[in-house]
């Protein structure tokens, strides 16, 4: 209700003053309530002081004068309500059974967040008012700012504006709610007909650790070693060839204020639920009585400190949302917070005093059974151990006798020989991104582009056409997953999992894709560790490996994805979905178990040596805070060195093309009583880079006026997607798609206003105040790509690739300029076609019931 009026900002007004900044709704100005504490968040620019401190005011009155129109909360019921329609499916109904055995003897067993529909749907305007006056009071509250701006100013803004903010006299008592955890282990099991896996977590309950002195975060360093090596371990299990799991991992999280748990969680392979329970009671009594060795203490140590490194030497430049949750934790937990340089010297400090000793002591004390709770679910059919049969596996697999756990650690380099280096034959330079070009020998382009956006980060994207599409349809099975099953072997004389323990301590992601028209490489590190990651490229690209067991493993864990897929309402209607709009074209079928079955690994290995055989077409992209006479060699050693035969390739059109029909089909899928509606529109179109615009452009605008309508003005929905996009490839076309979830008696008449708005938009263009907030929001989104090193790499990558004018790319204005009501009018006609598209719409399968009357004001006229 704070966005739904407040005394100076009536009705939607907040909403409005933040889209008139250039702020979106959802991404800039949201809140969320836990079983705690309601947090909500806002940005506005800084640049103009005026609107900045606007924003101020619009916290002051959610704070303390939130009008609650009764109009207002008569529609925000029906918001509410789809809020809580979206959750609903096996997960929410398996968290149902099981939290009220994990808070057993607490009140926070009966009062989940978002509450029951019957009390959403009757709760009284008065009830409303009394919690708010009660509980949201300025003795409960603090504001956080954060941003470019002078904090003595702000904080003077802060106090003169909430100054009169005053509470309820007497205030409410608000004591804390503890948990109980000294009872007996607990055991909760659950079967779902939609659910697709087997999970087995292990909770033990503790009270809240809260982290306010250096001594505090030595034992949250010990407690993150633990898991750390714990999840190791498991992972390790997980990977051997018959082993029942097919992911796993071990954690601390806040339940609630007053209390945690230490989890344990695995998914099984259906039919092993008690292998999997078995290995996991195993594992905590191996490390109950033997503890961990120290060359995995040593691994996790260095994980531990790179990700603080990184964190500090980013912290200057961090998201302002990531600073401002750092001070809410402050506030609400006293989570110390002495700044990163202080942080990161009491890491270095602490870590090498934290010993096997102290990490040992706390797996045995993780390894006691009161305050446990074993949590099981699966799907329907799935037969479970009773609670008895639980607690009696666990009870005689402690008692087990196991040997100590075996670690091995590579102790070799990355590469054996570096390579033979290549040289930079041709030097460019591309005046509009100040951007370097070097085109090696062997063909290779490299576009370099030094920044300081980010203090060390450095981001590389590379590319080169022809990806699965060189592949005949007949063999496409065996390209599908080739970038899930090569990479996962390792590389040269590694396997992945020697590889992650080797380079321990590094902060390399790496990725090799062979996409539909293209192979691909993407990658992120810090400066320190630039040239292991390009040696680990290098190794990747030149010396794939293709492991039977490693490939025995993804089968079995695909295979497992793919049993219950069906079951699934959502992916579901995304395969219909799916097969509508592709003409059911063989590439675009769903996994199944049987799809699975066929992947071959000589094949895989077949194709991926040929996509990747021939390097000299590729160019890459790197921007970040790199030195070009330090980088150069780099990119000589391991980019110049690539094989190349001069072989010319580029993608084919493998015929994939929307049906060019009316198509409505709804999937009958699912007992929760929820739809999901996805309309689209689509057809070939020529592409021009303005085009592209103003497809944004309409976008934009739609997702403004659509959530207006369908939200704020019927209650009907909780968000709406809109995409519309001009596409090049494989063919030039439009496309434009809309998507929301709603109550099943409302689709068809949430359907028909979309129809209507388009239809609208298209006769006669859209409002001042619509092209207003759009074009504020292009003009700040530019202003903020423009330091982000993600949107350079894309930026350059487009103009490399389709040898776009990068001028024209990164000229904002030009946008700008097109956001006008006659091209949104000119756009929304081509864009939209009432004779052609497609609905999908997700009905349940079993019928609805009635549905109540609409509240008072949510009622109305809706266009036919």
């Known amino acids: 209700m704070a966005f739904n009026g407040t005394r100076r ?39 103009d002081r005026a609107v900045m401190l606007q924003g101020l005011d619009v916290l002051h009155d959610m704070a303390g004068e939130i009008t609650f129109d009764p109009v207002e909360v008569d529609k925000e019921r029906g918001v509410v309500l789809e809020e809580w329609r979206l959750h609903q499916g096996a997960a929410f109904r398996i968290e149902d059974q099981r939290l009220p055995i994990l808070f057993a003897g607490s009140r926070y067993a009966q009062r989940l967040t978002i509450g029951l529909p019957d009390i959403i749907k009757t709760a009284k305007r008065e009830t409303l008012v009394r919690f708010y006056q009660d509980w949201y009071r300025p003795d409960l509250m603090a504001v956080v700012a954060t941003g470019d701006f002078d904090p003595a100013a702000v904080e003077a803004e802060i106090k003169a504006r909430f100054a009169d903010l005053a509470g309820p006299t007497p205030p409410r008592a608000r004591a804390p709610v503890p948990v109980p955890h000294d009872q007996p282990p607990a055991v909760t099991l659950a079967t779902d007909p939609e659910a697709r896996f087997t999970t087995v977590t292990i909770y033990d309950k ?12 030595r034992a949250t360093l010990v407690e993150r070693l633990y898991h750390a090596m714990f999840t190791t371990r498991l992972v390790e299990l997980r990977d051997e060839p018959r082993s029942p799991l097919v992911a796993a991992s071990s954690d601390r999280r806040t339940l609630t204020r007053t209390s945690d748990a230490v989890t344990r969680s695995i998914t099984v392979r259906e039919g092993r639920l008690v292998d999997g329970l078995h290995l996991l009671v195993r594992e905590l009594a191996r490390l109950e009585r033997h503890g961990f060795l120290q060359s995995e203490l040593d691994r996790a140590r260095k994980v531990a400190i790179a990700r603080y490194e990184r964190i500090c030497s980013e912290y200057a430049k961090a998201p302002l949302r990531e600073v401002a949750g750092e001070i809410v934790r402050n506030f609400i937990d006293g989570e110390l917070m002495p700044g990163p340089e202080v942080e990161l010297a009491w890491v270095h400090e602490l870590m090498p005093t934290i010993t096997l000793d102290e ?3 706390l797996a045995r004390q993780h390894a006691g059974e009161t305050g446990r709770v074993i949590a099981i679910s699966a799907p329907a059919g799935v037969t479970l151990p009773s609670e008895a049969e639980v607690l009696a596996l666990a009870t005689a697999e402690a008692k087990a006798t196991l040997p100590p756990w075996k670690d091995s650690t590579p102790d070799e380099p990355l590469l054996a020989t570096s390579p033979a280096p290549g040289a930079v034959a041709k030097v460019d330079h591309l005046a509009a991104a100040d951007a370097t070009v070097w085109t090696l020998g062997n063909g290779i382009r490299v576009i370099v582009k030094p920044t300081e956006f980010a203090n060390d980060t450095i981001v590389l994207e590379g590319w080169q056409p022809g990806g699965t599409s060189r592949v005949p349809d007949a063999e496409f099975v065996h390209a599908r997953f080739a970038d899930e099953i090569i990479p996962h072997s390792g590389a040269g004389k590694f396997s992945e999992r020697a590889l992650h323990k080797l380079l321990a301590g590094t902060t390399i992601a790496l990725s090799l894709d062979l996409d539909e028209r293209a192979e691909r490489v993407s990658g ?12 680990l490229l ?33 992916l579901r ?5 799916v097969r509508i709009e592709t003409g059911d074209h063989v590439r675009r079928r769903p996994v199944t178990t049987d799809l699975i079955e066929q992947v071959d690994l000589a094949k895989v290995a077949s194709i991926w040596a040929d996509r990747f055989a021939d390097l000299g077409g590729f160019t890459f992209v790197i921007v970040g805070n790199v030195d070009l006479a330090a980088l150069q060699p780099l990119v000589e050693s391991y980019l110049g060195s690539l094989p190349a035969k001069g072989r010319k390739t580029s993608w084919k059109d493998i015929g994939l093309r929307r049906p060019a029909a009316r198509i409505e089909q709804t999937v009958l899928a699912g007992s929760e009583p929820k739809s999901r509606v996805h309309l689209s529109f689509g057809a070939p179109a020529k592409y021009t880079l303005d085009g592209d615009h103003d497809a944004e452009i309409l976008s934009a605008a739609l997702r403004i006026r659509l959530r207006e309508i369908l939200r704020e003005d019927m209650g009907g929905v909780y968000n709406v997607s809109v995409g519309a996009t001009l596409s090049r490839e494989p063919i030039e076309r439009r496309y434009l798609a809309i998507s929301f979830g709603c109550a099943p008696e409302n689709v068809d008449k949430l359907r028909r206003a979309v129809f209507a708005e388009l239809a609208a938009i298209a006769k006669s263009g859209i409002g001042k105040d619509i092209l207003a907030k759009v074009s504020e929001q ?20 487009e103009a490399s690739y389709y040898h776009t004018d990068l001028a024209r790319l990164l000229d904002g204005g030009a946008l700008l300029a097109r956001v006008t009501s006659a091209r949104v009018q000119a756009t929304a006609k081509r864009m939209f076609d009432p004779k052609h598209y497609i609905l999908v719409v997700l009905s349940p399968a079993t019928a609805p019931p009635a549905p109540p009357p609409l509240p008072p004001g949510q009622a109305g006229a809706l266009p036919q």
């Open 359 to 361: 990490v040992d002591a």
């Open 206 to 217: 503790l009270d809240h650790r809260r982290m306010i002195t250096e001594h505090d975060l």
């Open 573 to 577: 209607f995304t395969d219909e979905l």
């Open 9 to 47: 900002f009536p009705k939607l007004d907040i909403v409005n003053f933040i889209e008139r900044s250039g702020m979106k709704f959802g991404a800039d100005v949201n809140a969320y309530t836990s079983f705690d504490q309601t947090v909500y968040q806002l940005t506005v620019p800084t640049d």
């Open 778 to 797: 292009f003009r700040r989104q530019h202003e903020t790509e423009l330091a982000e090193n993600p949107w350079w790499a894309a930026v350059l990558r």
């Open 524 to 535: 992120t590190t810090r400066a320190e560790d630039l040239e292991t990651m390009m040696q």
């Open 538 to 570: 290098y190794l990747r690209l030149t010396q794939p490996r293709h492991d039977r067991t490693a490939f025995e493993i993804w089968k079995a864990r695909r295979l497992e994805g793919a049993l219950h897929r069906a079951d699934s309402p959502e």
